[in-house]
């Protein structure tokens, strides 16, 4: 998710002529002392943790324990907890699927505790941003070395040998954000998607960093082929997911897509677009958390505009 969001209640500032304001969506935030972290043994040394923030990896071996993003830090101490609970060997690596603080929050417990975090170069560049303009008091990014990542992966596959297993680690095409690494445990047959994949509920898209709904359409059919009948899906957000529920999804947001530029071709304004519910049929599927329909609209209009797209309709 955006580091501007995470839970129950939504404020959206739409579109003025005067001035304009990114959509935003307010979290309430739970109490981080009852929220559980869930273990999903997925098989072969794989797990995912599963609690508050984004969805955690973890492959543990005799040789430590590599984890694929790192949650709230007001978690950090359970999630410890969960990773001891499956191996007693320590954290050497934690890879940072996208800047978000959902995924990134940890960090630094983990770098202070002997990490290395890893990220791709677009990451490491929003959070050392992040941290920058940063103000005195704020809860997130703030100025803190052991936070940024300390290598920098480029384009394409990275391969790492840990466990006896290979993960592969890939720079997508922009989609959630221009910086999103998805992650595939290959022996064990998981796919680790980062927030490219929200299982259950609408995307967000951070179109203000690199993100956008044309990447993310584009993005299921590589997903796709990366997974095979049996694969099991770890999402940004949301229980474990199959390879057909990727093609579920990419469906939506193809709806989705069409419905907003439509509207655009047809001189709707961003708050006529809104008012006109075009997303009504879906909410009962897809509506039913985080994130809602005024907020999708918003972005993904934003995110047409920003791309200078909106004439193109894409066909069903
Ligand atoms: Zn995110």
Redesign the pocket.
Known sequence: ???RISAASLVLLMTTAAAWAAPELKMDLPDWKTTPVVDRNLGHGVHMLESFG?NIGVLAGASGVLLVDAEWPQLNSRVQDAIARIAPQPVRYVID????W??VGGNADFARRGALVISSRETHDYIVAAQRSAKAGDAQYFPDAAAVPAFALGPGTQRFYIAGQTVEIFHAPPA??DGDLVVRYVEADVLQT??TFFHGFYP?I?FEHGGTIDGMIALYDILYQMCGPRTKVIP?HGPVATREDLRTYQAMLRTVRQRVAQAMARGLTEEQLIASHPLDDLDKTWGGNLVKQPYLLAIVYEDLKLHALAPHVESP
């Open positions: 998710m955006s580091k984004g699927t996208h800047w978000h959902d995924h959630h954000t980062g927030d967000d951070d940004g």
